[in-house]
């Protein structure tokens, strides 16, 4: 079999595509009780403050809704895997192995990622490893990728199908996916997906996802920085 050239990336991609989300929508929406039908007029940030606050402390959730952001993601499948458990608020579309021959491209921990678990389910925490751990990693990624991809090449080769052939490819390869979530989904999604010592309830999430997920709040802070501010004063608690 012919050697196959492959990527290996310790990173991932998020593109921010387009948004339509500004703090001003969620004081809009909240405030067509007192105000409604004024949408064209200019909202007075300094009240939406207050506003935006109260919403988020008492989790009044809807007002957040009225944004929407659409992102795109290279990551390894077992992220996308974990990422599609969000269904509330998000919409994915992802490439397709039975579509188009998958890239080479795979996922390596980058040196600073620990790499050895201590502790019992539920109460553990993760330490660097030693040169041996870093060793084993680097060899054993390594090898399985290079097999498994020399493997599926092969096989499409031979004439069978994408669909069949992509079953050997292992869960760091790289995959793709737009995913359009709105403000309160991503920080539901980032409630979750981030490791914060502010957080009321702290969440312990595989690094990986956190990678895309630091990504995305850096964008919700751009665009949203009143609700953005709001949701780590209360907690990081999405409303
Ligand atoms: C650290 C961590 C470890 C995890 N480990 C595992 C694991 O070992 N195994 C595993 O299977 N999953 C695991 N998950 C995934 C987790 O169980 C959730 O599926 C995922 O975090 C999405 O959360 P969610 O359901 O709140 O989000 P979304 O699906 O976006 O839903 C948002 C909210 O909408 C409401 N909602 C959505 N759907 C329903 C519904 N059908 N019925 C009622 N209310 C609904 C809920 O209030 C929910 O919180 C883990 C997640 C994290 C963060």
Redesign the pocket.
């Known amino acids: 079999m012919p050697p196959v050239t492959f990527e290996i990336r310790n990173n991932v991609t998020v593109e921010l595509v387009k948004a339509s989300a500004a703090d001003s929508d969620v004081a809009t929406a909240a405030r067509v009780s007192t105000v409604g039908g004024s949408h064209e007029e200019v909202v007075d940030l300094a009240k939406d403050e207050g506003l935006i606050n109260y919403l988020m402390r008492d989790r009044h959730g809807s007002p957040f809704e009225h944004t929407s952001l659409t992102f795109y993601v290279e990551a390894p499948v077992f992220v996308a895997r974990e990422f599609f458990?969000?269904?509330?608020?998000?919409s994915y579309n992802e490439e397709s192995g039975r579509y188009k021959q998958l890239k080479p491209t795979f996922y390596a921990p980058p040196p600073e990622r620990p790499l050895v678990q201590v502790g019992k389910p539920g109460a553990y925490t993760f330490k660097p490893g030693d040169h041996v751990h870093a060793a084993s990693v680097e060899q054993n990624f390594r090898y399985v990728y290079r097999e498994a991809y020399q493997r599926y090449m092969g096989m499409l080769q031979q004439g069978i199908a994408r669909e069949v052939a992509r079953m050997v490819l292992p869960v760091g390869i790289f995959t793709s996916f737009y995913a359009t979530c709105n403000a309160r989904?991503l920080m539901?999604f980032l409630g979750?997906?981030t490791r914060s010592c502010i957080a009321k309830f702290p969440?312990?999430?595989q690094r990986e996802i956190e990678m895309v997920a630091e990504q995305m709040e850096d964008h919700l802070a751009d665009l949203m920085p009143i609700t953005y501010a709001a949701f780590n004063v209360n907690g990081r608690v999405a409303p």
């Open positions: 458990r969000h269904r509330s608020g998000w989904s539901h979750l997906r969440s312990f999430p």
